[in-house]
């Protein structure tokens, strides 16, 4: 862990130099794309047999963290791509060869909602439609998309898959104009008509049961974690760094500033005190709980034991509270900072957009996982299989 995190501290000072530049793109710099390849960032998920390091789950998202510590937009892009070279792993090998066979190197995007049209035609699938938010997709040569593949049988529920296509077969709509997370460049992808073979596809199930076809050639314990867990801390990690962010700036200015009002050092109001302690208490207790859980995951895969349904309604749940609590913490920081932390070119609008930017993200939405996970403490079923 070590040797990854100081590649990715060491990106620190460069990434919040870029930022502004970033923010005004409305997408990462390709310096900076460059920057997290040269790091290895992007394959620490990444199988061994393409290149890859495959640490732990919390080795990366520790990185994912160090990163969103300068810039939550390029720690979003890390999180989210990084993942996606994880569930490559999961499909057949022949898609692995085609994504990765010449360049390992190779970046996919994702649109996992199923906005899209699906058919099933000879060999495959034939999809068409747009899907939205997909982050980092300027830096990308394939993306995943789901859908809905209509059932065989009549009667039957429609299967959830994830689908696999090529920069040939999509354009990106340039509609990225948001109040936050500005630089993630998460723009929508069109697909026209694209045909979709077998092997380019990953059925959500074989992702909850943790027996894809993937496993067969990459047999690492990291495979065999639900994709649910894994994803969604993709998209929940980057607000912890933003929380880290505010909080190193809070207490920067906080010790130098005297109050306008009666000349007081701020730092020796109770009140700022009490902010920073309760910030930092948040913030820590939610990178605890992240390696907790994971450390509790990779042990029980690693023993080729079974998680139960009732720890993964906890992990989910526990992946949303880390943006409430992070958020909480943040929203405290920027009210104690005073009316000079309104202006735009205050260092805290940044972290403060952002963090509420990756809230509205339905992953992070904490009251569903929250029910069902309360719901099936008190005997009732489980509706929610992205776990």
Request: charged share 25%.
């Amino acid at each position: 862990m070590e040797e990854v995190l100081a590649r990715a501290r060491a990106l620190v000072p460069t990434l919040r130099e870029r930022a502004a530049e970033a923010d005004r793109l409305r997408r990462l710099p390709d310096e900076t794309v460059a920057d997290l390849k040269r790091a290895g960032l992007f394959r620490l998920l990444q199988p061994s047999r393409w290149g890859g390091a495959e640490v732990d789950p919390g080795v990366f998202f520790e990185a994912q963290i160090a990163v969103a510590s300068a810039c939550a937009s390029t720690a979003w892009v890390l999180g989210v791509v990084g993942v996606h070279n994880w569930q490559l792993a999961l499909f057949p090998l022949e898609a692995q060869r085609e994504v990765w066979g010449d360049d390992p190197d190779t970046l996919i995007s994702s649109s996992y909602a199923p906005t899209g049209k699906v058919e099933r035609v000879d060999g495959g699938y034939q999809i068409r439609g747009r899907w939205s938010f997909s982050s980092g997709c300027d830096h990308c040569q394939w993306v995943f998309l789901g859908g809905l593949v209509p059932p065989e049988k009549e009667g039957a529920p429609p299967e959830m898959r994830t689908f696999l296509v090529p920069r040939a077969d999509y354009v990106i709509d340039d509609n990225w104009h948001v109040a936050g997370l500005k630089a993630t460049g998460s723009k929508d992808i069109v697909v026209a008509g694209a045909f979709v073979p077998e092997h380019r596809t990953h059925k959500l199930v074989d992702g909850y049961r943790r027996s894809s076809p993937g496993n067969e050639v990459n047999p690492a314990p990291l495979y065999r974690l639900p994709f649910g867990q894994i994803f969604v801390r993709s998209v929940s990690t980057s607000v912890i760094g933003a929380a880290l962010n505010a909080l190193e700036i809070f207490t920067q200015v906080a010790a130098k500033r005297v109050a306008a009002g009666d000349g007081q050092k701020v730092a020796e109001d109770p009140a700022t005190q009490l902010v920073a302690a309760h910030a930092s208490s948040l913030i820590e207790e939610a990178r605890v709980v992240l390696h907790h859980n994971f450390d509790e995951m990779m042990a029980r895969v690693r023993a080729g034991q079974d998680l139960a349904l009732e720890r993964r309604l906890r992990f989910r749940f526990d992946s949303s509270q880390a943006v409430v609590k992070c958020l909480a913490a943040i929203d405290a920081l920027f009210t104690a900072s005073g009316g000079r932390a309104i202006f735009l070119d205050s260092p805290l609008q940044r972290p403060f957009q952002d963090a509420h930017a990756a809230r509205a993200h339905y992953a992070n939405n904490p009251d569903k996982p929250a029910r069902n996970w309360g719901g099936v403490q008190v005997g009732l079923k489980n509706v929610d299989y992205f776990v």
